[in-house]
């Protein structure tokens, strides 16, 4: 109650018709349907010209449209419609101002009020303003057995039922024709024929090998490698007449082992101790063109990234296919 308790401080009588001009001067701006107000937005009155303003009464009109609408308020004290908080929008924002006012038209257009005397004025507020602007009203919550479960919480491990991806594969996934294996075929963790390699030996032991040792072909230059060439490379032992024999076996030392691949001849000796598919499988491809073999183990591997200070040389024809070569372009002339 704001005139109760200005009244109630009993001020003088010039300060007590001051303030009460003011009280209502700021009640008329409030309210968009007053005289002052409206004349002093058409500028009629200019500001010299303005005398002091005499108190009228105040009233009992809101700037609050929902509360115009529901007839079973409209008798209720300006202070108890003041006391309903307008939280949004505000009293200053765009949305407000863009808003259309609540004119006699919009209330006939407007659905007929429920009978609302059961109701606490608190719901009643909140039905007629969901009726009167349902978007500017925060959604109700849903009880929490409906709501969605949040992303944490889809995260969590379940307290009840399986849990997931935990049963056996045979269990839970259902065999359809020749999709799927059963689950008995697949024995060994060591599906891609991947070798146990020494220690010492794995890729990054090669990687650095090959970094600190520029030259690993096993040859002081660059040589060019005939077919006969080549298939002697074949990394087995070497059982001429003469050879050499491994001190510490007492064996016939093996010959070195080369392969060629897009005519590059590789010196691929030092690698097969490195070799993830085991020395076997890289010995297959010494001695001769080894790119079939390796584009069908895996032509993702980049074998001449690997393989680089192995280069030996470039692949050339044999001396008598030369000759022969070279004979017959003589007999074309
Ligand atoms: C001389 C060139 C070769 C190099 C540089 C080389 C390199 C490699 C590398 C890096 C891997 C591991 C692949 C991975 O983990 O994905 C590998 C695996 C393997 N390599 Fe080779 N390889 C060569 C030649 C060969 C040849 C000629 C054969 C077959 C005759 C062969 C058969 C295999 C097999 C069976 C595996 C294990 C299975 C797999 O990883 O797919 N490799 N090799």
């Known amino acids: 109650m704001r005139r109760t308790s200005l009244e109630g401080q009993k001020p003088s009588p010039s300060e007590d018709s001051k303030r009460s001009a003011e009280h209502s001067s700021s009640v008329q701006d409030s309210s968009p349907h007053s005289e002052t107000h409206q004349e002093y937005l058409g500028g009629v009155k ?24 529901d007839e079973s308020y409209t008798s209720r004290d300006d202070d108890e419609v003041e006391a309903v908080p307008a939280f949004f929008p505000l009293a200053d924002s765009h949305q407000r101002a863009s808003a259309t006012p609540a004119t ?33 009203m925060p959604p109700p919550r849903l009880p929490q057995s409906l709501s969605k479960p949040s992303a944490a919480a889809s995260m969590r491990v379940p307290t009840s039922g399986p849990l997931p991806n935990r049963s056996r594969p045979s269990a839970s996934v259902p065999k359809k024709g020749n999709l799927l294996l059963p689950s008995n075929t697949i024995t060994t963790p060591n599906a891609r024929n991947k070798v146990l390699l020494a220690p010492g030996h794995s890729p990054l032991d090669w990687a650095h090998l090959a970094r600190t040792h520029p030259n690993l072909s096993g040859v002081p230059c660059f040589q060019r490698v005939t077919p006969s060439m080549l298939a002697w490379h074949d990394g087995r032992p070497n059982r001429e007449p003469g050879a050499p024999v491994d001190a510490k076996t007492g064996k016939r030392a093996r010959k070195p082992a080369w392969s060629a691949y897009q005519g590059k001849v590789y010196n691929i000796t030092p690698y097969l101790p490195f070799h993830p598919g085991g020395e076997g499988q890289l010995l297959l491809a010494a001695g001769k063109d080894g790119g079939k073999l390796f584009m069908e183990a895996h032509p993702w591997v980049n074998w001449e990234n690997m393989l680089g200070e192995c280069v030996v040389g470039i692949m050339v024809s044999e001396p008598a296919d030369d000759m022969e070569h070279g004979a017959s372009l003589e007999d074309m002339d």
């Open 46 to 69: 200019p500001f010299a010209q303005e005398t002091t303003p005499k108190a009228q009464p105040v009233l009992a009109t809101c700037s609050v449209p929902s509360f115009t609408l």
């Open 104 to 136: 006699d038209e919009t209330k006939t257009h407007l659905p007929s009020p429920p009978n609302t005397t059961q109701e606490t004025p608190i719901e009643a507020f909140s039905q007629a303003a969901q009726r009167i602007a349902p978007c500017l």
